[in-house]
Each structure stands twice: as structure tokens, then as C-alpha cells.
């Protein structure tokens, strides 16, 4: 199954979701997971402990390009079910040309060898995600719950995949999810996770990802937060959701 983790706003927990979510599928639902860093940032990357800068590694635009074999750009993580394919800043150039065929020609095989295929997208309004999603199963939509801005952001994320399926670009398209991050007790908050349980009861997940210190430092150390900080809010609220998403595939 291929998912997208999108949304076209910045810092909403998308990379920290694709880097959290499939280590604990990997751990807790013993299944294989690919992390597709589609992201020029290289978050999701780093995540991991690959730094975007490096060039000791390879990176997926150089599968686009046809420069090497897919399998040359995935590497596991700790020798676990779990792998990545990285992004460095040079993936950029795909923000402006059509590389459906050739992100299609990564996607297909991988699928055959892994459970799930997670794409992790940037902020950015265009080429990545509305590519990512014409290939995807499903997406995953984070918010930002501690700022009302997400559900501009929101309602415009919705609208394109709901385009992309009416105009048969990707008919088989679903939302598996919206899911809350960064929930804190501000008044804020509250009153986003009231809109969102009013609006989108059907879609939200039970899940929501607390403001959680130790994911952000875990992001920037390249540790998946099961490594981390396995007794911290983030490692069980990201377990849950791993679970929660689970159920609603089976
Ligand atoms: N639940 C959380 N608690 C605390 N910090 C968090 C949480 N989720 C994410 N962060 C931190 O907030 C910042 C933004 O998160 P992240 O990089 O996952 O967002 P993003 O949506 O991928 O951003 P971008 O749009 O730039 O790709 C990071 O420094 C991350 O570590
Ligand atoms: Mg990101």
C-alpha cells in the first residue's frame, strides 16, 4: 500500500509523522516499510540519521534520473524491516517537471517488497505532491493542531485529492486519515480539535500526536523516537496510531 503523507503547509509534522509512523509499523505490526523521502528538505532523511548534505549516500533523484537502480537508493535502518530512500537538495529540480513515469517505475516494484510505501511530501504547492498522490493509495493528512491556519490548509488539501479523484487522475485515491499534531492544552487547540471532531469525525484519528520535546530532538538526531525516548508521549502516540491504522486498512 502506498501512502502519502501530505499537506501543502509547513511544519506540520509530515516528516516527523512518516519517520515515527513506519518505525512503529515496522516494530509493532511486523510489516515492511519503505520511507520515500520526496521531500528536497531531506527531513525524513535526516529522521534517520542520513544527512540530506552527505553524498556518501545515494539519493532518489538519482533513480529519476536512471543514474542507478532503485534498489541502490534504499537503505535499512539498524538492519530492521524498516528502510529509507533519501532526498537531497537536488531533487529539487523535479519541483518543475513531470516525473509521473519515472516515480511510477520506483513505486511498482518496491510495492511488490514492502507492506507500505510511505511518501514523505514538502510544503510546497505543486509538482511532489499532486505526482505522490496521483500514484498513492492513500493519504495521511497532519495538522497542526495548535494553529488555526491548518484548516485553510486542510480544506485546500481535501479539494485537490478530491480533484484528483473526480477527474479519474487516481480514482482508487482514499484519505486514510486526518491526524492531529502538536496537541497541546492551549485554548487554540481546543477549539481546532472541536472543529475538526465536528467537521471530520469520520476521518480524524483517534490518535492525536502530542507537543512532545523529545520528537523534536529525535527528528534532528536521526533517531526514530522508539529508539529515543521509548517511554515518551511521542513513541505512544505514534504506536497508537501505527495500530489505529492498522485497523482501518484490515
Ligand atoms: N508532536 C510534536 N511535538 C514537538 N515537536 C514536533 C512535533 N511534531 C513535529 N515537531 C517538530 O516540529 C518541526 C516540524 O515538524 P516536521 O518537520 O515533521 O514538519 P513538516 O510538516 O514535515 O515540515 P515541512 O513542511 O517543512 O516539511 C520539527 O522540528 C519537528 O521535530
Ligand atoms: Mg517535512
Request: charged content about 20%; overall charge negative; aromatic content about 6%.
Amino acid at each position: 500500500m502506498i501512502v502519502s503523507v501530505c499537506i501543502e503547509k509547513g511544519g506540520t509534522g509530515k516528516s516527523q509523522t512518516a519517520v515515527n509512523l513506519s518505525a512503529a509499523l515496522v516494530k509493532f505490526c511486523k510489516v515492511k516499510v519503505l520511507v520515500v523521502d520526496l521531500d528536497p528538505q531531506g527531513t525524513a532523511s535526516l529522521g534517520f540519521g542520513i544527512s540530506p548534505l552527505s553524498t556518501n549516500t545515494h539519493a532518489i533523484h538519482e533513480v529519476l534520473a536512471g543514474e542507478i537502480p532503485a534498489q541502490d537508493a534504499v537503505y535499512a535502518y539498524n538492519e530492521t524491516d524498516l528502510c529509507i530512500m533519501p532526498a537531497r537538495h537536488e531533487l529539487a529540480l523535479y519541483g518543475s517537471q513531470e516525473f509521473t513515469t519515472e516515480l511510477n517505475n520506483i513505486l511498482k516494484p518496491m510495492s511488490k517488497v514492502f507492506d507500505f510505501i510511505l511518501i514523505d511530501l514538502p510544503p510546497t504547492l505543486g509538482n511532489f505532491t499532486t505526482t505522490a498522490l496521483s500514484l498513492s493509495d492513500a493519504a495521511i493528512i497532519p495538522v497542526n493542531a495548535s494553529s488555526s491556519v491548518c484548516i485553510v490548509a486542510l480544506l485546500s488539501q481535501l479539494r485537490t485529492i478530491k480533484t484528483i479523484v473526480e477527474e479519474k487522475i487516481n480514482p482508487k485515491l482514499s484519505v486514510l486519515g486526518v491526524l492531529a499534531c502538536m496537541v497541546n492544552n492551549t485554548r487554540i487547540c481546543t477549539e481546532v480539535l472541536t472543529w475538526l471532531e465536528e467537521e471530520y469525525s469520520d476521518l480524524l484519528f483517534q490518535t492525536k500526536i502530542r507537543q512532545n520535546i523529545k520528537l523534536a530532538e529525535s527528528l534532528g538526531l536521526g533517531e526514530p523516537i522508539f529508539d529515543y525516548s521509548p517511554d515518551s508521549y511521542g513513541a505512544l502516540d505514534y504506536k497508537s496510531l501505527a495500530l489505529e491504522v492498522m485497523g482501518r486498512i484490515s
